[in-house]
Nanobody, 123 residues
Framework: QVQLVESGGGLVQAGGSLRLSCAASLLAFSRYTMGWFRQVPGKEREFVGT????????YYGDSVKGRFTISRDNAKNMVFLQMNSLKPEDTAGYYC????????????????WGQGTQVTVSS
């Protein structure tokens, strides 16, 4: 059974940092593109960033570019989202997801999802 489990969310002041982790029970984890999305109740799921499996290329949504960084540890089946210079508008549930595609940014292109971890940024 495939599981993605996020951790590391919490409450932080504006300007602060958080590091989210996602542990994946995926066979051949290194062959999956790993992405991060976020969602606020009542709104659509928003693309945050992705790291391709083939060469580790990364791509980020405009709202987080320059502040957030994705990394992965294939030996440990984990992907991380380092979030710096956090803003109140970054408040959301954050989800990691896995895809067999490359440089994929749409939620429908991801086949596996975690349950999410809440990030709240106070002003």
């Amino acid at each position: 059974q495939v599981q993605l489990v996020e951790s590391g969310g919490g409450l932080v002041q504006a300007g602060g940092s958080l590091r989210l982790s996602c542990a994946a029970s995926l066979l051949a984890f290194s062959r999956y593109t790993m992405g991060w999305f976020r969602q606020v109740p009542g709104k659509e799921r928003e693309f945050v960033g992705t790291m391709t499996w083939r060469d580790g290329s990364t791509y980020y949504g405009d709202s987080v570019k320059g502040r957030f960084t994705i990394s992965r540890d294939n030996a440990k089946n984990m992907v991380f989202l380092q979030m710096n210079s956090l803003k109140p508008e970054d408040t959301a549930g954050y989800y990691c997801a896995a895809s067999i595609g490359e440089l994929v940014t749409a939620p429908r292109q991801y086949g596996y999802w975690g349950q999410g971890t809440q990030v709240t940024v106070s002003s």
